[in-house]
């Protein structure tokens, strides 16, 4: 028997477009489960699948301290799980199309057993398609929720679960902060940390403006609470997350800005401080002076070009020029002569030229990134860019798209090649997947190592000799 289907709320890009002057609501109040949903959860097993970015491993992060919370056990193996969570990207078509298949697939686990309940979350379900889809396609999903409303999990999964229903709640606000939500990290060496949520930039490609509502950043109290926690646990690095986190700040204090907190975080002596995304509009002086000046905040920069033609740059609105990022980098570089910098490009924007693609090889051959991940423009519905009539064919944005990434091999290779025979410092997170007798770290600027090394170096930040560079990492030995 089909279950009946509650729409309490589907998404609306219009209303997730708004933005208000409206304070942002800082909620601390603790989560509400059910006495009911606890007794029926009682060591049941739950599985969480996380796709997209950072925003999304945190999310599923607290989630999973939700669960727990409620009585669920987590599991890293679907088949034996009473609750599947898929947490989604709605990046690119490539990240919806993995989840389509994927809840395809499940639908044999709920012929199987259909006690299961299989619920949806993320960015892709922020936007009114998709889910249209899902109601109308797939039946074996029970629950729907979006990124504003992780917090009401259990209230939802007691609906879902006591009246036998179908569930679809998504809201599309500007969005509150939810402080105090358990959270069970995936890591107890490293730890991501939600310094603001949303974005206010709207570049005219992009999705995630209207997916994760306004930008919003934590108090700088809670912010450092937290960081300070973890120091006590004995973690060894964290990375302030946010979509552009040099604009920390600006919708909260006068004169607090992202370099204060930075400076502010690697004074709780954690011994690796990251931070990304760093957008390149606004990288302050002030932020380039705490940088260099603290020993703990890893010389490891990620700064998204997405094109070096100015017509497209412009076109994007990403509100920079090839100059200005140019000139950005070669600031790093002087500051830090071991800097490492990595990028985001994007080919085939709408009607981009050979001339403009060119412009973007030429910058990559200027920047010598360590590293770059490289994408095809996907049409994002909803989204400014989406609406221009495009005349350039899908084998031209392939055929770019492979001469981007030679280029962006070849100097990536060169850098790493660099670290043959020389001495580094890496942070010691695991065992290798393709071998339990390797041991695997990064380096303080991003680097893959895979090494043979001593057991008891896990979760310490020790010396391994380099002997060889591949493609994507470096291999050799432990020599402290
Ligand atoms: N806030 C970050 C980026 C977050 S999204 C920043 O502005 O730098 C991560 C990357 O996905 C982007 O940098 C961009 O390169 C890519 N991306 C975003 N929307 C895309 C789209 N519609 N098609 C292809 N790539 C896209
Ligand atoms: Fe997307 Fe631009 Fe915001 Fe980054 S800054 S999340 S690319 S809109
Ligand atoms: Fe994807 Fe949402 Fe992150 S769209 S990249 S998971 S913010």
């Known amino acids: 028997m089909k279950k009946p289907l509650i729409q309490k709320s589907e998404p609306n890009l219009d209303l997730a477009f708004k933005r208000s002057k ?36 945190v999310d599923s992060e607290n989630m999973q301290g939700i669960l727990q919370e409620i009585g669920y056990e987590l599991t890293e193996d679907y088949n034996e799980a009473s ?39 993320g960015c892709m379900m922020q936007e009114p398609s998709i ?33 036998k229903c179908r569930i679809v709640e998504v809201y599309s ?26 974005c206010d930039k709207f570049c005219t490609y992009c999705i995630v403006p209207y997916t994760r509502g306004k930008q919003r950043s934590r108090l700088k109290e809670d912010i450092i609470k937290e960081c300070q926690d973890l120091v006590n646990q004995g973690y060894k690095e964290i990375t ?12 909260l204090y006068d004169d607090y800005t992202f370099a204060s907190l930075l400076e502010d975080v690697a004074k709780t002596n954690i011994p690796r401080l990251r931070f990304t995304t760093s957008h390149p509009w606004d990288f302050s002086d002030e932020m380039f002076k705490v940088i260099s000046s603290y020993k703990n905040i890893c010389h490891y920069i990620h700064l998204p070009l997405q094109s070096g033609s100015n017509d497209i740059l412009r076109r ?28 985001d490009i994007i080919v085939g924007f709408p009607n981009e030229t050979e001339e403009d693609f060119l412009k973007t090889l030429e910058c990559v051959e200027f920047c010598k990134y360590d590293s770059a991940f490289t994408f095809i423009y996907s049409p994002r519905e909803g989204t400014p860019a989406a609406k221009i009539e495009d005349h350039v064919s899908m084998e031209v944005k392939h055929d770019r798209f492979n001469r981007l990434v030679e280029t962006v091999n070849k100097y990536s290779q060169e850098k790493y090649k660099q670290f043959e025979g020389k001495i580094v410092e890496v942070l010691v997170e695991g065992y290798s997947k393709k071998d339990e007798s390797i041991l695997t770290g990064y380096t303080t600027d991003m680097k893959l190592v895979n090494f043979k090394g001593d057991e008891s170096s896990l979760g310490k930040i020790i010396k391994v000799k380099i002997d060889k560079a591949h493609l994507y990492y470096l291999s050799g030995e432990q020599v402290s």
């Open 316 to 343: 994007m609105g990403r509100r920079y020029t090839l100059e200005d990022y140019k000139k950005l980098v070669v600031r790093l570089r002087e500051l830090m002569n071991d800097v490492a910098i990595s990028t």
């Open 22 to 57: 409206t304070p942002t609501k800082i909620d601390y109040d603790s989560i509400i489960i059910s006495d009911r949903l606890k007794s029926y959860a009682n060591h049941k097993k739950a599985f969480i699948r996380t796709y997209g970015c950072q925003a999304n491993v």
């Open 173 to 198: 606000k500007e969005g509150e902060i939810k402080e105090n939500l358990p959270i069970v990290r995936s890591s107890k060496i490293k730890a991501f940390v939600n310094i603001q949520y949303g």
């Open 240 to 251: 302030l997350l946010g979509q552009n986190v040099n604009s920390y700040g600006k919708d």
């Open 83 to 121: 609750l599947i969570i898929l947490n989604t990207c709605a990046v690119r078509e490539n990240a919806e199309d993995k989840v389509f298949g994927e809840v395809g697939s499940m639908k044999r686990l709920k012929d199987k057993n259909p006690s299961l309940i299989i619920a949806l979350s």
């Open 131 to 163: 889910v249209k889809k899902i109601e109308r396609v797939y039946p074996q999903v029970d629950l729907v929720f979006g990124t504003h409303n992780i917090a009401s999990l259990p209230t939802l999964l007691d609906e879902v679960i006591f009246s």
